[in-house]
């Protein structure tokens, strides 16, 4: 399951976003989107989580949940195909 998360405090690293989603199951992969000019957090990330039950629960559990000082927003990522 693709999540994504928003309004991260500039100080948030994926360490952080693992150790975080980890609570709840398997994180495969937790990485702050970083500008490519200045390498600067975009203040969102990209949770993969393998297992969609865990994942939901990740979701339901963190959104509007405090992180670093910051109310955060998680929802699921979804790929609309446009095909």
């Known amino acids: 399951m693709n999540i994504q ?3 991260l405090s500039l100080n948030t690293e994926n360490r952080d976003l ?3 989603f980890s ?5 495969t992969t ?3 989107m970083k500008d490519k000019m200045s ?3 975009k203040r969102n990330a990209m949770i993969e989580m393998p297992n969609e039950k865990e994942g939901r629960q990740a979701i ?5 949940s405090l992180l ?3 109310k955060i927003s998680v929802n ?6 446009r095909w």
């Open 60 to 64: 339901e559990s963190l959104d509007q």
């Open 39 to 41: 390498g600067r957090s």
């Open 23 to 27: 609570a709840f199951g398997l994180v």
């Open 68 to 70: 670093d000082g910051k």
């Open 76 to 81: 699921e990522y979804l790929i609309e195909s």
């Open 30 to 32: 937790a990485e702050v």
């Open 18 to 20: 693992r150790k975080l």
């Open 5 to 7: 998360v928003f309004n």
